[in-house]
């Protein structure tokens, strides 16, 4: 069907998108990589020099790292199974019949739009202060002692509040899905006499399967970013308790200017996330195929 | 008898959502309602009844020129979702409805892009932008923008121009419809939903955006995120007007974001969930 002609069209119609991605990925990683081969310190730019793998090395054995790798998992996961497992509660809770279903759902989802500043100073300041926040207030009521959260638990307060953020994503996607559903399969499992435990494993389950993937990896995608929340409460503290891979790098070019450490810092991100990439391709590739 | 049933369960499952419903929207709501307080109301207890005072909003615009991140916010995310839109709707156009064998490898090589983590670039880029004239301008950063969410764009116009039947244009081009009157006539009213998702979605994305807007701008181009961000040193009494100033900052898109909630699953799945 598809004529040279219209052929030649398509091409000049998508060479703008692919050029600009194409300079967009390429130029800025090409100059990462060379940084991160030099010596190279914005605050003696006259002392350049190349570096071999020195700033790996540096990086590699910088106690930070280790730490900051494992905050960045923990950050990843322990997200990801509150949001996974809270929307997969929320998303069947939500599929039942309620009075004033679109305002619960609207409630719901509202934290997804909530900006990260903004999202995590309501929290550090009028939710886990330890002198006024709402939790200290309640802990007082109980007549516990209230807790200095960013002080005392700083990776778990981020957690939390990055997975208030993401909580409305996974129940919203996973609602949708749960509502695709044949609504006929479920009656007839429940007239076959099917448990609600055994309807959820064997069907509603596999059913939710690709989108419970789905909402996995593109989670995993921001939540290896996540900086905006990091910063305005712990600054990465006390410490590095609360420091992972993207606010180590950000520290080590912006705040100690070092420009070789920190590229080097960058591309160990950028191949960690292009492992976790790979696999979402993968399964959002096999969808395209439908 | 099951009626009775099923109506006691409905009252119970309802209630159940609703306390569910208010505990996540708390935070949201305790910052409106903070914001009608005074300073010393708002470090004194949970109370969800405020003395109703506008103060705070005057008192941000005063003290702090909320006017002009604000205004920073709306040209950067209108702007490089329109620029985004004039490059993605051709790409996207084209690979709808020409696909050849190489269609997908081009969709998922973009969507890799969007993969790349920012601080992988942040070096080069301040460094370019430093050099260039162009950091802490909103023309940088509406550039910058207009690539990060490029990626997503042309997905999002992809799955829905693959929905446009492909006989209607065969049709039109029976009847001798140019392909300048085939695009005005018969494409473009059923694009046109499709393209307004895509806009409105991209118009949150971009305004929430908290890596580049805050890394790249200081006092002149600095959005809502950044003059937000600004905030995380405490200097005296200041939550109530924290929250004014945030109540502002996240109204437009949570308004937005409430009619798009369709959208929003089909945009940021890349299709895979509808």
């Known amino acids: 069907m598809a004529t040279r002609q219209t052929r030649t069209l398509a091409r000049f119609m998508m060479a703008p998108s692919v050029v600009l991605l194409l300079i967009w990925m390429i130029v800025p990683l090409a100059m990462t990589l060379w940084f991160s081969f030099q010596n190279y310190n914005l605050l003696m730019p006259a002392n350049r020099s190349f570096a071999g793998f020195f700033n790996y090395i540096y990086f590699y054995t910088d106690p930070a790292f280790f730490q900051s790798i494992a905050n960045t998992l923990a ?92 909580l409305p994503f996974a129940t919203l996607i996973l609602l949708t899905a749960l509502q695709s559903l044949d609504e006929e399969q479920k009656e007839a499992a429940e007239m076959d006499g099917a448990g609600a435990v055994s309807r959820f494993i064997y069907i509603i389950l596999p059913h939710l399967a690709r989108a419970i993937t789905v909402v996995i990896l593109i989670e ?67 969808n395209l195929d439908r | 008898m099951a009626r009775a049933v099923s109506s006691r369960r409905k009252t119970i499952v309802t209630i159940v959502a609703w306390v569910i419903a208010f505990v996540i929207f708390f935070p949201i709501l305790y910052t409106v309602i903070t914001s009608l307080k005074t300073e010393r109301e708002a470090i004194d207890g949970i109370s969800l009844i405020p003395s109703g005072t506008f103060e705070n909003y005057v008192e941000v615009q005063a003290q702090r020129d ?35 064998k190489r269609t997908k490898d081009i969709l998922m090589w973009m969507l890799s892009t969007k993969m790349m983590p920012a601080v992988g670039v942040l070096v080069p880029l301040y460094l370019l932008f430093r050099d260039t004239g162009l950091l802490d301008t909103r023309l940088g950063l509406t550039i910058v923008l207009t690539l990060v969410n490029l990626p997503i764009i042309v997905w999002m116009l ?117």
Not at chain 1, 102 to 126: D, Y
Not at chain 2, 158 to 168: D, L, M, Q, S, V
């Open chain 2, 158 to 274: 992809y799955t829905y121009f693959r929905e446009i039947p492909g006989e209607i244009l065969e049709a039109a081009r029976m009847d001798g419809a140019s392909l300048m009157k085939e695009i005005v006539y018969v494409l473009t009213p059923m694009a046109v939903p499709g393209i307004a998702s895509t806009l409105l979605l991209n118009i949150i994305l971009a305004w929430n955006e908290s890596f580049w807007t805050i890394r790249l701008t200081a006092a002149n181009a600095a959005p809502l995120t950044a003059f937000i961000a600004s905030f995380s040193s405490p200097l005296g009494l200041f939550w109530a007007k924290l929250s004014a100033a945030s109540t502002l900052a996240i109204a437009p898109v949570l308004i937005m974001g409430w009619f798009s909630q369709k959208q929003l699953v089909r945009g940021l799945t890349f299709g895979a969930v509808k």
């Open chain 1, 75 to 166: 950050i990843v996961l322990g997200v990801l199974a509150i949001t996974v497992i809270g929307g997969i509660l929320l998303a069947l809770l939500l599929d039942q019949p309620i009075f004033g279903q679109g305002i619960v759902r609207i409630l719901i989802i509202s934290p997804f739009f909530v900006m990260p500043p903004v999202a995590a100073l309501v929290w550090k300041n009028m939710i886990m202060h330890p002198g006024y926040g709402v939790f200290a207030d309640i802990s007082r009521f109980l007549g516990l002692r209230p807790i200095d959260w960013f002080a005392q638990y700083p990776l778990l307060s981020i957690i939390i509040i990055v997975a208030w953020q993401w």
């Open chain 2, 66 to 100: 909320y006017w002009k991140p604000f205004t920073n916010s709306v040209i950067i995310s209108i702007g490089s979702t329109l620029i985004g839109l004039v490059i993605a709707i051709p790409a996207a156009w084209a690979m709808a409805f020409s696909p050849t």
């Open chain 1, 220 to 286: 995993t995608i921001f939540l290896l970013a996540v900086y905006a929340e990091i910063l305005v409460t712990t600054n990465g503290g006390p410490g590095y308790a609360s420091t992972n891979l993207a606010f180590l790098v950000y520290r080590t070019a912006l705040l100690s200017y070092d420009i070789g450490g920190a590229s080097a810092g960058g591309v160990i991100a950028v191949v960690l996330a292009n492992i976790v990439a790979l696999f979402l391709m993968r399964a959002v590739g096999k």
